[in-house]
């Protein structure tokens, strides 16, 4: 649906993953064929070197053919945001209500308005509007990170004010930058062609004619 824009930062376009990391610090493990990555079980979630506050994240990703398993069993992944929000990646197709841990889910906070999936084998995007949480001088938290999600072309979250980070998150210090984290749940499921674009954290308040 979305072209991508030429100030993007390229965070995975099918080269070796030299600019992601483990948790704690150490290489990526991932196995990256034909320009696709793929979660190999046991290796660790990888994390981004680039940092982001306000940002546009894209990310492409395919889910694995499991017919023999079902729920949190069945092509489990996700996407965090800043290392702390983690946008579900799940089998979820053709479930009518998806629910708090069911695929485009804010994990354990937010339902996908509607369930966007497509069948395993296919490749699925993610397109997420993301605006960082606001504190001031001290830390106090102003306003909770918010976001808008659209899969494979669909909304399913509209500027939906998060309640703080989710179970697995890197860590609550929602004032800092953070990385784009993918997940190892266990599962074979696949990523390509993922970038952001840091997006300014308001526009102007005046008007300049021109």
Request: glycine share 10%.
């Amino acid at each position: 649906m979305f072209d991508k824009p030429a100030n993007a930062v390229t965070l995975f376009d099918g080269g070796p993953l030299s600019n992601w990391r483990r948790r704690d610090g150490s290489p990526a493990r991932w196995e990256v064929e034909d320009g696709v990555m793929t979660v190999v079980a046991g290796t660790g979630d990888i994390c981004s070197e680039e940092q982001f506050t306000d940002a546009w994240v894209h990310v492409e990703w395919r889910e694995p053919h499991m017919p023999d398993k079902t729920g949190q069993a069945k092509g489990n992944s996700g996407v965090y945001l800043q290392g702390r929000y983690e946008i579900q990646v799940l089998d979820s197709y053709g479930w009518e209500s998806p629910g708090l841990g069911d695929c485009g889910a804010v994990y354990n906070q937010f339902a996908p308005l509607v369930n966007a999936c497509k069948p395993a084998g296919e490749w699925q995007t993610y397109d997420i509007i993301f605006r960082a949480a606001r504190v001031d001088e001290s830390g106090q938290v102003l306003s909770n990170a918010r976001l808008t999600v659209f899969q494979n072309g669909i909304v399913i979250h509209n500027n939906v004010e998060l309640l703080g980070p989710t179970g697995g998150a890197l860590d609550e210090e929602v004032a800092r930058p953070g990385p784009l984290l993918l997940q190892d749940h266990g599962d074979p499921v696949s990523y390509r062609n993922v970038w952001l674009v840091h997006l300014p954290p308001q526009g102007s308040t005046t008007y300049e004619p021109h």
